[in-house]
């Protein structure tokens, strides 16, 4: 079974910086492991629905990001590390929210719906404060 923990969440001032980092242990029914995972990272605020925030192919990585998010934050991956990276920069105290690690070891194609996603990790807070 896939197991996702994130980490790197907690308090920081607005224009502040933080690095959530999720990393992922064992593999699906099938034997597929994080490597041929989409990796996606999305966030929920309290009282609103779970969004996307960004994500990262399998393969030659591409990434896609939420316009809310383009230019501030970065998704990378480390394949030897089966972990996932969300470096976020310039933070806004919209960007307060629990924020969640999760995989799609289903698609070919990298989709930034949440439905598409079959594993989640358990969430971090981060909170910006003005």
């Known amino acids: 079974q896939v197991q996702l923990v994130e980490s790197g969440g907690g308090l920081v001032q607005a224009g502040g910086s933080l690095r959530l980092s999720c990393a992922a242990s064992?593999?699906?029914?099938?034997?597929?492991?994080?490597?041929?995972?989409?990796m996606g990272w999305f966030r929920q605020a309290p009282g609103k629905e779970r969004e996307f925030v960004a994500a990262?192919?399998?393969?030659?990585?591409?990434?896609s990001y939420a316009d809310s998010v383009k230019g501030r934050f970065t998704i990378s991956r480390d394949n030897w590390k089966n972990t996932v990276y969300l470096q976020m920069n310039s933070l806004k105290p919209e960007d307060t929210a629990v924020y969640y690690c999760?995989?799609?070891?289903?698609?070919?194609?990298?989709?930034?719906?949440?439905?598409?996603?079959?594993?989640w990790g358990q969430g971090t807070q981060v909170t910006v404060s003005s």
């Open positions: 999760a995989a799609d070891s289903v698609h070919a194609i990298m989709v930034v719906t949440t439905s598409a996603y079959n594993y």
């Open positions: 990262s192919s399998w393969s030659a990585p591409t990434t």
């Open positions: 064992g593999r699906t029914a099938s034997g597929r492991t994080f490597s041929t995972y989409h």
